[in-house]
């Protein structure tokens, strides 16, 4: 069972990048998914999350209005849609999943996490 994230780059202030990350079994359909990040020098955070069906989504204050979870359980796949990105979003960004089934939240300790996807914001 892996998570494969792909999507990062350098991009500049203002700009935009998609985050992809597919699910290499179809049971991640039915569980809650979501985006972590860690900056240099800094813990792992918590970024954005959602539902088994889409329905429900969850952001960290400092996303919220620029960046959109999105989900495909008929291909595995989950999206990170990221506008407006500033410098303070450089981080290396980590999708993961919870082994919930049906569930609505990702919590803070997820059970499945991919090996990240680097993305860089010039100033």
């Known amino acids: 069972v892996q998570l494969q994230a792909s999507g990062g780059g350098l991009v500049q202030t203002g700009g935009s990048l998609r985050l992809s990350c597919a699910a290499s079994a179809r049971a991640f359909g039915s569980y809650p998914m979501g985006w972590f990040r860690q900056a240099p020098g800094k813990e792992r955070e918590f970024v954005g999350s959602?539902?088994?069906?889409?329905?429900?989504?969850y952001y960290e204050d400092s996303v919220k209005g620029r960046f959109t979870i999105s989900r495909d359980n008929a291909d595995n796949m989950v999206y990170l849609q990221m506008n407006s990105l500033k410098p303070e979003d450089t981080a290396v960004y980590y999708c993961a999943a919870k082994r919930h089934l049906y569930g609505v939240q990702i919590g803070v300790s997820p059970d499945y996490w991919g090996q990240g996807t680097l993305v860089t914001v010039s100033s």
């Open positions: 959602i539902s088994w069906n889409g329905d429900t989504t």
